[in-house]
Every structure is written in structure tokens, then in C-alpha cells.
């Protein structure tokens, strides 16, 4: 059949199916994993049992075994906590953000973001966990009635934390599973055998009438309303944390939007990390397009650039406020003996998203695929220099020290992204990682071939 | 020398508790209306019948707090002083039993252990049943000073009334301490007690 | 939290009551079982109350000092030692050796009972009786062929161990190193008086050390840190100089005010010289004039300064000067104490600040030990008997004493552990710990101090002095006349006798007095007259010669805690860093920042030490206080016995040293060559960056600024730094109130009517950063000691830290001084570490502190965090489990809980002294009193430099104290609103 060109998404976008292939590609997903999948899915499986095994160790012993070194009470734990979290805002801006501004282009892609901002707040939860002193009574933190008339302390961040973390999963999981209804259905009434048992309760009775449409178009426009403010409000929670501290380093009223910014643009990095192989892994190259990523790669290059300014804004304020311990932290961030993780932040988010001026370099897969690693090593290290290099050398110089991670830090690092890769693996294979649903609405109706009169 | 004179210090008081005590005897023996669970208390052989745990020697808290009224302070000395209540030393015991050897078998032989232990210079091992977590420090003497002298069965229950004591608040509770702090709205501050 | 800590506390202590000995006088049935049952006492002894620390007064034996100590014990258990104020040396006060004696009594080292070597080497334990039995035959066989090494301690025991000796005919020998032997023949030279002055520094307007440690390790540290906290610290509203000569800046030298690094050896030509121009400036003969400028070209120090010290010293009335440490145990030393004698004649200070009335003790010397080796390898002594030394391990290798040791056909010893010389015993006779056995000390005339056994013995061990009472009765002979039943009887019998000798008729009284005292402090007999400058002997100075090759001269020191090596097996004194170069748990070698420069050599790079007797490779320290051409490592690690913490850490440096020559061990006679090994280890150093940067941490001012009563701020005003204005008057006044709102807001707790508000201030112009307040800080709060690893870490849980920090020095030439600050808990009114903590762990009590509530805790670690002075410790491991190996575990203060891991702790101002006092009051219907209790650290320092009390109570000290002038806050401008306040240092700027 010719190739049309949907009037509401521009010239960019071809849609060259009819629902029916649609339907049929995106099942094709599901079917039997290839070898290469289940090589991934197993080394992330075995990725998460290291983080397990480590995490065992420290229960046992004590966090002595993680390279923590006095002043530096804080490191690569709270480093990774912060990474994930920031991970799961990209996911929310494309499905939600995007959605509430009718958006076309991120139809292909919202799905597999938004599983991605599920699985990496998931993962995120762990660290509160794991970075304690005591693991087993981590649920202190929680306000519960107890005979002891103990509260928590509301006027703690960390408080705060575990109410913005336990939001932001509630909402992302709803969303995510109240817009594969439809999907599931879909391929419900493909697959056959117990697979269609387990899809038919998944689908929870959906047979795509009118009135449930009706009422699912409602329910989704709200719910991406109310995932909407997560995007802003979690992060500036996080970055509280650090704000409402007095540590010179962290004590900064840029913080919210700043952290924010880098979480978005976190996320960009590891969406493209995400789909550029999974597009060729799942053979939708026809749907998640190279339109697709120059969006994408627009959004990196904005957030990127608005972290661009915050890091100056930083070294600006510290100079211009004069005051010696905000100094003598920035000057040691730079050329302190943790300058290397300094100077990897600053060329990794800033400079290295200046590229993605050049359209070349945008529709450049490649490319992108190497600036979005580049990317994600960069927010990493941005928590891990804010952190780490603000602490180590504060108020009082005879109590500084130098931290050096060890095998504890980057076993519960690795868990991490077992974890979440085995999640996310996981969700790829057994539900529709491409909207189906929403990529019909883009195909326009099938035109009548002149008939007889 | 020092340890003679405190022995016979010992029988002294002894010698006046066992005179206390053959009058409480008779008194009963006259058969004065008892209240209901007996003030006179009744022989057990069935120690492993009663509640709590079961201790070397069967020191019946009954009789010698609840018929013979022997003051806590008696044998418990520094409940008043010190944040510890203190255990009678078996010389305590001896004061009494130097002289006192019970006056019917299950009692006799009880006190056989005592006068064996006192002997043998061997302590005896009793089983505690209240304890309080380390990490929380309950002076007694503040609340001696603070309820009056008989504030004991505020959390240790009646024991008058225990021929084998048993746990009847859990002390180690902290709801139990808190509660009580807000009723007499006396100090919350955790570091009056966690330090 | 508390399950999981084993540690023995205050409900393990309730359950071993059993087992509580019930101290010195109560006879009690001792069962040792520790089940987790209620054991009671068999008979329940008149001064222990279960829950009630009973105190018992007696006297310190790990110097020859002799303080007087007030021994804490719960439940029959020894749980801390504090200073007997009543004691003339000590006045209350204990360092850090002192207190941690503790460590000594419960150590796992110690040997558990009597023991023989058995043919193939080793050790097989014995019954006492046969031990006694064996020793007697030996002793009977042996008869005049019996040789004695003792401990330079005097007493009643060490008389009967003379007498003993000399029933028998046997030679005794008391030794110990640093035994000062030079200073006394310098005064049998000078003023014709075998003996040791006291000297008074408290009087002392102006002093001059020439390497005397008096801060540390000098004859009597804490008498001379108390006088000198009089002196130099400004309390009395003026303070008076300290001059350190030397190569190497010791403790002391880093509280001098000026540093004369004069080329080691030299010390005597700067004494002469000054000695001629004081006498010319008194017109005074002098036996030998020495110039200024022969001075100069010797030590390298220039002339004008040189006169200019001299003629202040001149000045100063009454001064003081001092001659001591490693520039007087080398060759020449003799001379410089001659020399300084002289000084002190030409300033007028004998009779003044010197005095002999005190006569202090001290051993026979060297001299007397070469004699008895010589004996020893001659085969006339075929029985010999270590009592309280080491010299095996003691000695210099090359002295070759354990060679002649072997040559000892029987040899036994009364140590307490299996030290170098025990081990090569062939009887062991293991003594009681100081804390279980009677003696007393006699340190100095009229000063008696008793001993007395404060619990049951913790092993199968017996005090020496019944050791030869009973060898006495078995061998009968000689010895039959020592017949005493005890040795208990035998002291009680020589105090009828001093009672007779004080015309005291109730003998009984008088020794009851005496216990609780915990001695007879009488005044000293009137000092002989000094004899006149004109009369003292000419002394003729000459230049140092060192043996052997290589550029730098090696000064071989003993180590502030671990002194000659007698600390080494207690790891309080091993995890308290030293407190010159803040290193923990291993040796080192110091060398000057210019000799690194030039021999490219960093902090912790391993360095071949190479003399003509030995070779040691050590890690660099770079230090700014030691001459260039100089290389110094300290004394009192490198055992190769002593118990596991002792072992094989570190090494001897006196492997370097060659053979004593003449009457003493000379720490300072050799050359030594450096070169790189290209090893590294890191230096288990518990210093961060030690410069101030600028931030006004360890605050000071001008002598003339503080008279004038000027607070900081103006002080930096006058010298023109602007930029050190403090805030304008309305902004304080916004800040101000904000503890105080807190304070007032808080509506529970309510202890004694009404709130107090608890407060400290520490004085740094007199604190001298000897560190005894740490130490008792340990000791009184159960602080776990974390070893090397996790110290390497930056682990250690201090909770009161001693912070050094340099000044100048940065170019070569640039004088250099260090600062000392005392950093704990600030208890901030608006505090950081407060709000943050999720599970209020970390509140602000209703009094005015910090809480930390252990079993709260979480270990989030955020307050931590946001705490910016640091001082918030983790458990990061089940430290509860690793400190304290039975029987240290016995050591614990059981009004403390032990933090099992994963749980933040931190100084609480001894919280548990404040409830104790609290519970006290209320029982008594009254309010707590000022001084009535005060922290650990505060009642441990030497100085008195810590003041703690109730901020609120106008009358109390602390109040007073932070009225002060020289008050000021570290931090002030993050408006945190510490609770201690810091008393800014007084310095003598240096002009010229």
C-alpha cells in the first residue's frame, strides 16, 4: 500500500502499516527469546545476586566493609540512590508531560520509558534500605502508631524522602498498568494456550468498546495530570537532602531545579542507552524512528544545557559569596585529590550534550548511543563528586579525609543495575513494550479504492 | 573478725524476725478469718503447677513478704539508695534461718538448701524474672523516693500474694514506662532513662 | 541494639555480683561463675552497694612518680581510675599511663599463674606451693650467689626486697631507663646532693628548657603541667615564657613560646653562655665564662638572640631552667646539667624554684646494672630475680643483656605478662596488679602513698611481697628473721612504726586516716643550703662526638604513652595518638620538611635506618619541629613478647643504639644513614589537614592584647585585620536566643525543679595537648579502641579529639608553632545534627544537650553529615565485640551502655555523671551543686584547662569562665550556638 503521511504529526513520521501488522510486529515481540536476550537477561540476574550476596555481608558485619572514611559519611549508596531516582523522570516526562501536550512522537517510545521510570524507582527504594546502619529496623522511618508514642521527625529531608519516593512509585506503576490494559488485550486475543489465560486477567475483561474507551481516555488524561508535578516535586525532595544541609557543597538554593534538570536529563541518557538496542533487538526499527531520537536528543541537549548553567551558576556563587569554606570546597571539587571525578561531571553533562547541536549528530545512532554512556557516567559522577568531594573536606580541615570506595561499594553499584535490568528484561519480553494502541490512532483510516458504480 | 561481727549482727535480726514470726504463726493457728486465698499461706508440693519460673531453691515471696510481712527493704537493701534493688546475700537468709528451720517438711528441706549453700560458701543461682534492656537505665531509688516505700507493686505486682514470683508487667516494655510517665506527667525526655 | 552487644555492662555486673570480691576489707565467698543468673553474695560486704560506685584511694605505679589515685569500683570490679586530689604531686589529676594501669589489671597478656620452664622450652603452670618451694630451695642452694633486678620504685616493698637481698648476701640492682642518671651526678657536682630537686615551675616566671619533656615524660609530668599551667597559662592575668632548646620539638617544645633548634648535643654551650651573661647582668662570679659568640657558633643559634633569652631570662624573677630527655642522656649531658645547675645558681633560682628538700627517687643507674650483668657472666650469680623491668627488651640490643642473662643458671621473675625477660625466665611468680596487693610509694621526702588491694585478685596470682615472705619461712636461714604472715602484716607493722615516728599513739587511728587518705602527706624536711655560685665545680663544655657515619644524628626518644615500652601492651595507649605527631598503633622516623624535600621523601615512605649496630626500616614522618640533620623514632614498640597488642608492632629503635657507655644508656650517640627502601605504608595518622586555613579554629592573642583585656575581635583590630569585625551589634542581637528559645520551649524532663543549662569552657593558653582527658574519656564512656586498620580509615571514635595545628613554618627559616584544641561534642543550642535525624535520635534535651539516644538510632548517618565540627562517631563495625577480649571486657563502666554497630555515638558531657548527680539531689530534696560532679576530661586534665557546670547558674564557674575576655566560639559565624566556649591561647610574639 502507498506510504501517507498523517496530517496532526508533520511529515516525519510514516506510518507504513495498517493496524493489523501493528498488532502482529508488536506481538512478534513477545515470542520465543532469542539467544542474545536470554544472555542479557541472565547476566543481570547474576549482576543482581553479586548486590545481593554484598548486601548479605554488610547485614552481617556492619557497613565497615563499604569504603566509607570519616568525614565521608555518605558515598557511592546515596551516590546510586539519587542516580536511580533521577533515571525515572525522563520515563514520566515523555509518557505524561508529553501526553498532557499531545505530543505525537513520543507514542513509540513512551512505553518503554515509562516501565524504565517504574523499574528504576524500584530500585531506587533499596538504598534508603541498604546504606543504613541497622537494615532491620529501617521501617523506624515510617509513621506508624507504636506503645513507645514514638514519631518520626517530619522536619527531617530523609522523612520527606520516603514519602516522595513511595508517591512517585504508586503513581508511576498505576499509570504504566492502566495504559497496557488496552495492549494486553490486544494481545490476548493473539497469543494462545495458558499464555492467553494469564494476558485475560491482565486485560481485566477489556473488549475495547466504545464506553470503555471512553472511560479509559478520561482516566488516562487524569492520571497523567496527576504523575505530571511528580516530575518536579521528587527530585527537589532529593535534592533537599543535600540543600537543607549546612555541608558547603550542598548548602545551595539551586539545588531543586537544578537537580531536577539533571534528572531529566538522566533519564534521556538512559532511554537512548535503553531503546537504540532495543529497537533493533525487537525489530521495531520501523516504529521507534530516527525522528524519534532527534526529539529525544533536542530534550538531552536542553536539559544538558540548563545544567551547563547551574554548574557555573555553582562556581559563581562560591567565588562571589565570599565565604571560605563554600571556596575551598568548589576549589577542591576542581583540583582537590578527587579532581578526576570533578573534571569527568563537568565534560560528561555539559560539554559532551553541546554536541547534540549538530543534527549530524542527532539522527547519528552511534553517536548518540556513545553520548547517552557518556551521559549516564556523567550523573553519576555529578551525585558522587556533590557528594563525596563535599564532604570530605568541610568545616574543621584537621577532620577532612579522602574516601576510596571498595568492593562492598561497587557490589551493591552492580545489584543495582542487575536489578533493574532483570526487571526491565523481564517487562520487554512479556508485555507490549511499543504502544500498540496508540500507534493505530496515528494510522489513518484505509482509504476507499474507487469502487463500481 | 569483720565477718563475725556481721553474722552475729545477722542472728540478731534474725532472732527478733523469728520471734515476729512464731506471733504471726500463732495468730493464724488461732484461726483468724483468712482472707480469701488464704493470708495463711498453703503448702505446695507442685512447684512446676505454679506460674513463673522455677527457681534452686522454692523461696516462697508469700510467706515471707504476705503472712510474715517482712519489709521488701529487708532483704532487697538498696532499692532505696541505689538504682540497683540488690539481692540478699545468703547471710540474710541465715539471720532467720540460723534459727528458723521451718516446721513442716517441704519447708524443711528448702531450708536445708539454704543452710547447705550457706555451708558450702556456694551462692545460690536464682533465675531472673524481671529484666530491663541495657540500654535503658530505671534508677529505683528515684522511684522508691518518688512512690513511698511499698511502690513496688506498681511493676513487680503483688508478690504478698506469689509463692513464686512471676512476671506481671512486662518492665521491659517501654510503653509500660511511658504510660506511667504520662499519667504522674513526670519527665519524657528520652535521656533520662537512655544513655 | 543492646542484644547484640555481649559486652559485660551494668546488667552482666548486676549478675557476676557473685564474684565481686567486695574489695580491700571485706571477707567474701568468691565464686567467679557468670551465668546470666541473680547471684548473690554469700556474705554481703559493708562498703559495696549493688548500682553504688565505692571508691577506694591507693597510688599509681606506672612511673616511679608515684601519684595518688581514687580507684572506682562497681560491684567489686575496678572500672575506672581518676587522681587522689588530696595527693601533693598529683592534686587529683592522672595522665593517660596513669589511668590506663586499668588496661594493665584486666589485661588478656597477663600471666594466669605461677608457671616453670619445662625442658623443651616452654611454659607449664604449676601450684603456688611448688613454685614457692622451688624458689626457696633454689634461694637456699644459692645463698649470697642471688642477684636482685627491681624497679627504681621505693617503698616498703622494694626495703624488704633490699633486705632480703641483703640477709642473703645477694646484690640488688633497681633500675629503670631514663633513670637520670647524669642530673644527679651533676648535682653531687654543683650542690654536693645525691639526689633529684623538685622543681617549681608554678613560680617560675621565666623558663628554659634545654630537651626536658617536664610536660610528658620528665621526672613528674602532671606537677609539672599543673605548675605550668600556673605559670605560662594566663588565669592570674599574666603569663610567663617557655624557651625550648633542643633538635627535636617534644611536647613541651610545642608549648614553648620560642624554639631554639640547636644542633643536638650543644645544649651546654647555649647554657654556659647564658649562665656568663645572667651572672654578668647579676654581677656574679661564674666558674667558666663561656661567650655568646662561641655559644652561637656551636649550636648554630644567632648571637643576638642567644644574649636576648639570656638577658630575659635574667629579667624574669624568680626563672627557671631545666635540663633533661635526650639532651641529657648523651655523652656531654653530664656537663649540660652541670651547666644548668650553674644557670640556675647566676639567676638566683636554687632555693627558689629548686629545691632538694624534695628529693625524688630514682634507681641505682646504669652503672650498678653492668655491674650485676658482669656478675651475672662471671658465675657468681647462679639465682636471679626480675622484679617490675624489662631490660631485655629495655637495653640496646648490643648491650647484650640477654646473653648474660642466659648465663644464669636459675632465673625468675614476678612480671605480670610474658615480657622479653620473663620469657626467658625459668620460674614465673606472676605479681598482683597494683590494684590487688598492699605496698606503698614513697616518690619523695614526706610524701608516703599506700597501696591497697581494691578487688579480688582477677588471676591466680600472689604480691611479690608474700612471695618472699613465704620463700623466707620455707628457706629459713638468713631469711629466717623475715617471719611476718604477710606481707599485709609486715606493712601494717612499718606503719605502727612511722605512727610512732609521727608521735602517733592510736596506731589503729592512724592507719585508718592514712587508707582513706591514701597516704601520709607530710611536709618535706627543710632543703640543705644551696651551696653558692662561687663553690660550684668549673665544668668544661665540649663538642658532642657521634660514632659511626651517615649525615643525620639519631635521637632515640621515649614515647609519651608507651614511654620505654611498658605502654605498648594496652591499646588505649596505642589507639590515643601521640601527641606530637597524632600517630597511632606503629613506629616512625621524623624528619624535618627540608630533608624530605631534599631526599624526595613523602609521609609514610618507607626509610632504611642503618648504624654501625643495626638496621630499621620505618615509615617517614615529616615533621616541622625537628632540626634539619636530625632524624628522631620513638621508643616503646617493636616487642617481640608482651601479649598480643604488644607483638610484633612496629620496631625498637634501640637496635640502632650501640653498648651504654660509662653510667647510663646514651639515646642520643650515634649517626645514623637514610636512604628510601621505595616501601609505603599509610601513616595510621589521626590528623586531616593540619593547617587552620584561616578559619580562626585554635584562636590566640598577644600577651599585651589579653592584659589589656581585649576580646579577639579587637585584638585582630589593633594588629589591622579589618576583616576580622565581628558582626554589627543588631545582627548578634538577631542571632541571639536562639539555644535560649529552644531551651525554654522544651516542656519534659523536668529533673530538679529547674532546667539547667550544661556548659564547658576550655582555656587553651592552658591546655598543653598531652591528652589525658582522651584517655579518660575511654575509660569513662566505654569508647571501643577500633586498631590500626580502621584507625587508617579515619575510624577512630574519639570522642574528644586533640586537634594540633601548625603555625608558620611553611618556608624554611619561618619559625613554626603548633596549637592545640580539645574538639568534642559543641552541644549546639541550634544544632545541625538535631533536625535531620529522621527517627529523633538526635534531639536537644530539656538541660541544654546534644541527646543521643543509642537504641533510637537508625544510622542514617545524616547528622554526621551536617555536624561541622565531626565529632559524631559510627560504628561501622561490631567494634562491642572486637575491644574488649576477656578479661577487658571487666573494665567497662557499667553506668554506660556499649553502641553495638550500625548506631551513632558521640560525646554526651557524661550524661551518666549528670543523672548519677541528678538521682543524688533528688534523693536528698536539694538542687544539684556546682562542682558537686564534672565531666571525665575535665576532671582528668593536668591543667585544669576544662571547666564544666551549669551556664545558667550565674554563680557557677562555667558562667564566670565564659565571661571571659577571651572568649570565643569555633565557628561562630554558622551561628550553631555551641556550648563550650573556648578561652583564646595567650602568646609572646617573638620579636627580633
Given amino acids: ?453 | 573478725m569483720r565477718t563475725m561481727a556481721l553474722v552475729l549482727g545477722g542472728v540478731g535480726a534474725g532472732g527478733l524476725v523469728a520471734l515476729l514470726a512464731l506471733g504471726g504463726g500463732r495468730s493464724a493457728a488461732q484461726g483468724k478469718p483468712a482472707p480469701s486465698d488464704s493470708m495463711f499461706a498453703a503448702v505446695i508440693t507442685d512447684t512446676g503447677s505454679l506460674k513463673g519460673p522455677r527457681q534452686p531453691i522454692f523461696f516462697r515471696h508469700d510467706i515471707h513478704a504476705g503472712e510474715q510481712k517482712l519489709q521488701c527493704q529487708y532483704c532487697h537493701y538498696s532499692v532505696a539508695v541505689s538504682p540497683e534493688p540488690g539481692i540478699p546475700s545468703i547471710q540474710t537468709c541465715m539471720g532467720c534461718h540460723l534459727v528458723i528451720a521451718g516446721n513442716e517438711i517441704s519447708a524443711k528441706n528448702e531450708i536445708k538448701k539454704v543452710r547447705q549453700a550457706w555451708t558450702d560458701k556456694k551462692p545460690v543461682e536464682w533465675v531472673r524474672v524481671h529484666y530491663l534492656a541495657r540500654h535503658a537505665h530505671f534508677p529505683h531509688q528515684r522511684h522508691i523516693k518518688a512512690l513511698g516505700p511499698n511502690a513496688c507493686t506498681t511493676c513487680h505486682g503483688d508478690v504478698t500474694r506469689m509463692p513464686q514470683v512471676f512476671k506481671v508487667n512486662n518492665v521491659n516494655n517501654m510503653g509500660f514506662c511511658i504510660s506511667c510517665h504520662i499519667e504522674r506527667k513526670v519527665s519524657r525526655d528520652c535521656s533520662v532513662c537512655h544513655y | 541494639m543492646s542484644d547484640e552487644s555481649p559486652s559485660l555492662d551494668r546488667r552482666r555486673f548486676l549478675t557476676v555480683l557473685g564474684a565481686a570480691g567486695g574489695g580491700a576489707l571485706a571477707v567474701s565467698g568468691c565464686s567467679t561463675s557468670r551465668v546470666e543468673k541473680l547471684v548473690p553474695y554469700l556474705v554481703q560486704s559493708e562498703d559495696q552497694i549493688p548500682g553504688v560506685a565505692t571508691w577506694y584511694a591507693s597510688t599509681c605505679t606506672e612511673c616511679s612518680t608515684g601519684c595518688g589515685v581514687h580507684v572506682r569500683t562497681r560491684e567489686g570490679r575496678a572500672v575506672k581510675l581518676e587522681g587522689n586530689p588530696e595527693h601533693p604531686v598529683n592534686k587529683g589529676k592522672l595522665c593517660s599511663r596513669g589511668q590506663a594501669s586499668l588496661q594493665g589489671l584486666y589485661n588478656p597478656g597477663r600471666i594466669k599463674s605461677p608457671m616453670k620452664r619445662t625442658g623443651n622450652g616452654t611454659f607449664e603452670q604449676m601450684s603456688w606451693d611448688n613454685a614457692i618451694a622451688l624458689l626457696a630451695s633454689k634461694v637456699g642452694e644459692a645463698g649470697a650467689k642471688v642477684g636482685v633486678i627491681s624497679g627504681a620504685g621505693r617503698g616498703t616493698f622494694s626495703d624488704l626486697l633490699a633486705e632480703w637481698t641483703a640477709a642473703l648476701g645477694g646484690r640488688l640492682v633497681r633500675w629503670e631507663p631514663f633513670d637520670h642518671e647524669p642530673l644527679r651526678a651533676a648535682n653531687k657536682q654543683v650542690f654536693g646532693a645525691d639526689g633529684l630537686p623538685s622543681y617549681d615551675f608554678a613560680k617560675a616566671k621565666y623558663i628554659v628548657s634545654f630537651g626536658a619533656d617536664f610536660l610528658d615524660t620528665w621526672l613528674a609530668p602532671i606537677e609539672n603541667q599543673r605548675g605550668f599551667a600556673e605559670s605560662h597559662g594566663f588565669s592570674d592575668g599574666d603569663s610567663a615564657k617557655m624557651v625550648y632548646a633542643g633538635p627535636r620539638m617534644d611536647l613541651t617544645g610545642l608549648n614553648a613560646d620560642e624554639w631554639l633548634p640547636v644542633k643536638p648535643g650543644t645544649e651546654a654551650a647555649l647554657a654556659l653562655a647564658m649562665a656568663s651573661v645572667v651572672a654578668a647582668e647579676r654581677g656574679r662570679p661564674v666558674p667558666t665564662p663561656y661567650t655568646v659568640a662561641a655559644a652561637s657558633k656551636e649550636t648554630g643559634i644567632p648571637a643576638e638572640r642567644i644574649e636576648r633569652i639570656a638577658r630575659e631570662f635574667a629579667a624574669a624573677q624568680p626563672s627557671l631552667a631545666v635540663a633533661g630527655g635526650v639532651a641529657a642522656q648523651h655523652s656531654g649531658s653530664t656537663e649540660l646539667c652541670v651547666a644548668v645547675n650553674i644557670l640556675n645558681l647566676a639567676a638566683g633560682n636554687v632555693g627558689e624554684t629548686v629545691n632538694f628538700a624534695g628529693d625524688l627517687g630514682s634507681g641505682d643507674g646504669y652503672a650498678a646494672l653492668a655491674g650485676l650483668s658482669a656478675a651475672m657472666v662471671g658465675g657468681q650469680v647462679s639465682v636471679l630475680l626480675v622484679h617490675e623491668a624489662n631490660p631485655v627488651y629495655a637495653l640496646p640490643k648490643t648491650a647484650g643483656f640477654a646473653e648474660k642473662m642466659k648465663k644464669v643458671p636459675f632465673k625468675v621473675s614476678t612480671s605480670m605478662f610474658l615480657d622479653e625477660t620473663s620469657s626467658l625466665c625459668d620460674l614465673l611468680l606472676p605479681e598482683h596488679h597494683a590494684l590487688e596487693r598492699w605496698d606503698d610509694a614513697a616518690p619523695r621526702a614526706g610524701v608516703r602513698g599506700l597501696m591497697q588491694p581494691v578487688m579480688e585478685p582477677v588471676f591466680s596470682t600472689q604480691s611479690a611481697g608474700d612471695v618472699l615472705l613465704k620463700v623466707a619461712q620455707k628457706a629459713g636461714g638468713a631469711l629466717a628473721k623475715f617471719n611476718a604472715p604477710s606481707f599485709q602484716a609486715h606493712l601494717r607493722s612499718r606503719w605502727d612504726a612511722l605512727a610512732a615516728e609521727q608521735g602517733q599513739k592510736d596506731t589503729e587511728a592512724f592507719w585508718r586516716s592514712a587508707l582513706q587518705r591514701g597516704g601520709l602527706y607530710g611536709e618535706a624536711p627543710a632543703a640543705p643550703p644551696p651551696a653558692g655560685l662561687a663553690t660550684a665545680a668549673p665544668v668544661a663544655y665540649s663538642p658532642p662526638a657521634f660514632e659511626g657515619s651517615g649525615d643525620f644524628v639519631l635521637v632515640v626518644y621515649p614515647h609519651s604513652l608507651l614511654h620505654d615500652g611498658r605502654g605498648a601492651n594496652k591499646p588505649w595507649l596505642l589507639e590515643n595518638a601521640d601527641p606530637v605527631t597524632k600517630i597511632t598503633w606503629h613506629s616512625w622516623v621524623e624528619i624535618s620538611p627540608a630533608t624530605a624535600k631534599r631526599l624526595d621523601v613523602r609521609d609514610g615512605e618507607i626509610l632504611k635506618l642503618a648504624t654501625a649496630h643495626g638496621a630499621l626500616e620505618v615509615p617517614a614522618c615529616v615533621y616541622p619541629g625537628i632540626a634539619d640533620g636530625v632524624v628522631a623514632v620513638p621508643l616503646g614498640l617493636g616487642h617481640t613478647a608482651y601479649g598480643a597488642f604488644a607483638q610484633g608492632r612496629g620496631v625498637n629503635a634501640l637496635d640502632l643504639i650501640g653498648p651504654p657507655k660509662g653510667d647510663f644508656v646514651s639515646y642520643l650517640s650515634t649517626r645514623v644513614a637514610v636512604t628510601k627502601t621505595g616501601g609505603y605504608r599509610k601513616l595510621a595518622s589521626v590528623a586531616g589537614v593540619p593547617r587552620q586555613l584561616g578559619r580562626g579554629i585554635a584562636e590566640a592573642m598577644p600577651l599585651a592584647a589579653a592584659k589589656k583585656g581585649l576580646t579577639l575581635a579587637e585584638a585582630y583590630f589593633e594588629e589591622g585585620h579589618p576583616e576580622h569585625e565581628t558582626n554589627p551589634e543588631r545582627e548578634v542581637e538577631a542571632l541571639k536566643g536562639w539555644s535560649e528559645a529552644q531551651h525554654k520551649a522544651t516542656k519534659y524532663g523536668n529533673y530538679t525543679g529547674e532546667h539547667p543549662q550544661w556548659g564547658m569552657s576550655i582555656d587553651l593558653s592552658r591546655c598543653t595537648g598531652c591528652q589525658a582527658c582522651v584517655t579518660a574519656c575511654y575509660a569513662e564512656n566505654n569508647i571501643p579502641t577500633v586498631g590500626e586498620s580502621e584507625v587508617l580509615r579515619g575510624r577512630e571514635l574519639t570522642w574528644m579529639r586533640l586537634e594540633r595545628y601548625w603555625e608558620g613554618g611553611e618556608e624554611p627559616g619561618e619559625p613554626v608553632s603548633a596549637r592545640f584544641i580539645p574538639m568534642l561534642c559543641q552541644h549546639c543550642g541550634n544544632a545541625p545534627c538535631e533536625p535531620v535525624c529522621p527517627v529523633y535520635a538526635a534531639y536537644h534535651t530539656p538541660d541544654g544537650l546534644n541527646g543521643q539516644v543509642y537504641n533510637r538510632c537508625v544510622g542514617t548517618r545524616y547528622c554526621a553529615n551536617n555536624c561541622p565540627y565531626k565529632v559524631r562517631y559510627f560504628n561501622w563495625y561490631k567494634y562491642n565485640e572486637m575491644a574488649w577480649p576477656e578479661p577487658l571486657n571487666l573494665q567497662l563502666n557499667p553506668d554506660v551502655t556499649v553502641r553495638a554497630r550500625g548506631v551513632m555515638e558521640k560525646c554526651t558531657f557524661c550524661i551518666q555523671r549528670i543523672r548519677g548527680a541528678q538521682n543524688q539531689a533528688r534523693l536528698e530534696d536539694r538542687p544539684v551543686l556546682d562542682g558537686e560532679f564534672t565531666t571525665a576530661c575535665a576532671q582528668a586534665c593536668p591543667s585544669d584547662a576544662i571547666i564544666f557546670g551549669d551556664a545558667h547558674d550565674p554563680k557557677s564557674r562555667v558562667a564566670a569562665a565564659k565571661q571571659d575576655a577571651r572568649g570565643y566560639h569555633v565557628l561562630e559565624e554558622i551561628n550553631v550556638r555551641p556550648a563550650v566556649t573556648y578561652l583564646a591561647k595567650v602568646i609572646h610574639p617573638v620579636e627580633g
Fill in chain 1, 1 to 453: 500500500m502507498a506510504a501517507v503521511t498523517h496530517p496532526s504529526t508533520g511529515p516525519q513520521l510514516e506510518i507504513t502499516q495498517t493496524h493489523a501488522d501493528v498488532t502482529r510486529d508488536v506481538v512478534a515481540t513477545l515470542e520465543r527469546p532469542s539467544r542474545g536476550y536470554l544472555l542479557l537477561l541472565f547476566s543481570a540476574v547474576g549482576l543482581f545476586l553479586v548486590g545481593l550476596t554484598t548486601f548479605g555481608i554488610l547485614v552481617k558485619d556492619g557497613l565497615g566493609h563499604a569504603g566509607y572514611t570519616p568525614p565521608v559519611f555518605w558515598s557511592v549508596y546515596i551516590t546510586t540512590f539519587v542516580f536511580w531516582v533521577g533515571i525515572g523522570h525522563a520515563g514520566t516526562l515523555i509518557s505524561a508531560i508529553l501526553f498532557l501536550f499531545r505530543s505525537p512522537w513520543r507514542t513509540a517510545v513512551y512505553r518503554s520509558t515509562e516501565a524504565m521510570t517504574v523499574f528504576a524507582v524500584m530500585t531506587a527504594g533499596l538504598f534508603p534500605i541498604i546504606h543504613i546502619g541497622r537494615q532491620w529496623i529501617f521501617y523506624w522511618l515510617l509513621p506508624y502508631p507504636n506503645q513507645r508514642y514514638l514519631w518520626p521527625n517530619f522536619k527531617s529531608p530523609l522523612l520527606w524522602d520516603v514519602f516522595a519516593i513511595g508517591t512517585y512509585l504508586t503513581v508511576s506503576t498505576t499509570f504504566l498498568v492502566f495504559g497496557l490494559i488496552p495492549d494486553v488485550a490486544a494481545v490476548r486475543d493473539k497469543v494462545t494456550g495458558w499464555r492467553k489465560a494469564i494476558y485475560e486477567m491482565a486485560s481485566v475483561g477489556w473488549q475495547g468498546t466504545d464506553n470503555q474507551w471512553r472511560h479509559y481516555n478520561r482516566a488516562y488524561l487524569y492520571l497523567a495530570a496527576l504523575a505530571t508535578p511528580l516530575v518536579l516535586s521528587v527530585h527537589s525532595v532529593v535534592s533537599w537532602d543535600f540543600a537543607s544541609a549546612i555541608v558547603p557543597g550542598w548548602h545551595g538554593t539551586i539545588f531543586a531545579p537544578y537537580f531536577v534538570a539533571g534528572a531529566i536529563y538522566s533519564g534521556l541518557g538512559m532511554v537512548l542507552t535503553l531503546i537504540i538496542p532495543l529497537r533493533r533487538a525487537l525489530r521495531i526499527e520501523h516504529m521507534i524512528t530516527e525522528y524519534h531520537f532527534d526529539n529525544l536528543a533536542k530534550l538531552t541537549l536542553f536539559t544538558g544545557s540548563i545544567l551547563f548553567y547551574a554548574y557555573a551558576m555553582e562556581y559563581f556563587i562560591a567565588w562571589y559569596s565570599g565565604n571560605i569554606f563554600e571556596q575551598t570546597t568548589f576549589f577542591r571539587r576542581a583540583f582537590g585529590p578527587q579532581w578526576w571525578a570533578g573534571w569527568t561531571m563537568i565534560v560528561c553533562n555539559p560539554f559532551v550534550s553541546q554536541l547534540l547541536w549538530f543534527r549530524k549528530i542527532r539522527t547519528n545512532l552511534t553517536a548518540l548511543f556513545v553520548i547517552s554512556i557518556f551521559v549516564n557516567i556523567g550523573m553519576w559522577f555529578e551525585r558522587y563528586v556533590i557528594i563525596v568531594s563535599s564532604l570530605s573536606n568541610d568545616y574543621l580541615p584537621w577532620a577532612w579525609g579522602q574516601l576510596n570506595p571498595t568492593w562492598a561499594d561497587w557490589g551493591i553499584l552492580a545489584g543495582s543495575f542487575g536489578w533493574f535490568g532483570m526487571w526491565f528484561l523481564l517487562f520487554a519480553k512479556n508485555f507490549p513494550i511499543v504502544a500498540i494502541q496508540e500507534i493505530k490512532e496515528m494510522i489513518p483510516m484505509p482509504r476507499l479504492r474507487g469502487g463500481h458504480h
